[in-house]
T-cell receptor
Framework: GNSVTQMEGPVTLSEEAFLTINCTYT??????LFWYVQYPGEGLQLLLK?????DKGSNKGFEATYRKETTSFHLEKGSVQVSDSAVYFC??????????FGKGITLSVRP | DTGVSQDPRHKITKRGQNVTFRCDPI?????LYWYRQTLGQGPEFLTY????????KSRLLSDRFSAERPKGSFSTLEIQRTEQGDSAMYLC?????????????FGPGTRLTVL
């Protein structure tokens, strides 16, 4: 079956630091890949997605590129803000769009 | 667009009792999903509907769990004879099937505590 592995957390950064959150997947075929974010006290929100190899998803300064050769979809942001503090989930989706999530990673950004 | 809503937001019950949760998807969405999330884990797929048809059920969904979407709009998830291991956040999501990968929109979840 499909699986998604995220780097272990939590991650604590200072404001304006560079962020990378690693995500790798295993799947049959070529899934779509997603990053979801959960801000404190809120529900899961789609942050960005990519549907095929070499696609780059981007939103709110975050980017992730679908790398088929390394089966990865790492999330990056050049300069994090305190408001980016949240839990980030990587997910893969198959033909029926059922999502397989990673465990999530908590990001805390210090002023 | 009022988003996906779930009711109740919190439920505390005693072991052995039955509970039912409701999900109202975004109105034009024809797909509806249920997930379960335990502390420190990502959501795990339980089941999904396209219109009123339940198309897939996870092995996580034991015989004590049943889900319905009778008119292809709202959905209910019932857990019979609850166990302490059922304590979790139950998430509902909806999407519009588009022939490609859908974007799922999640509700706020129902947190179940089984005493």
């Amino acid at each position: 079956g499909n699986s998604v592995t995220q780097m272990e957390g939590p991650v604590t950064l200072s404001e304006e630091a560079f962020l990378t959150i690693n995500c790798t997947y295993t799947a049959t075929g070529y899934p779509s890949l997603f990053w979801y974010v959960q801000y404190p006290g809120e529900g899961l929100q789609l942050l960005l997605k990519a549907t095929k190899a070499d696609d780059k998803g981007s939103n709110k300064g975050f980017e992730a590129t679908y790398r088929k050769e390394t089966t990865s979809f790492h999330l990056e942001k050049g300069s994090v803000q305190v408001s980016d503090s949240a839990v980030y989930f990587c997910a893969s989706g198959g033909a029926n769009s059922k999502l397989t999530f990673g465990k999530g990673i908590t990001l805390s950004v210090r002023p | 667009d009022t988003g996906v809503s779930q009711d109740p937001r919190h439920k505390i019950t005693k072991r052995g009792q039955n509970v039912t949760f409701r999900c109202d998807p975004i109105s034009e969405h024809n797909r509806l999903y249920w997930y379960r999330q335990t502390l420190g884990q990502g959501p795990e797929f339980l089941t999904y509907f396209q219109n009123e048809a339940q198309l897939e059920k996870s092995r996580l969904l034991s015989d004590r769990f049943s889900a319905e979407r009778p008119k292809g709009s709202f959905s209910t998830l019932e857990i019979q004879r609850t166990e302490q291991g059922d304590s979790a956040m139950y998430l509902c999501a909806s999407s519009l099937a588009s022939g490609g990968p859908d974007t799922q929109y999640f509700g706020p979840g129902t947190r179940l505590t089984v005493l």
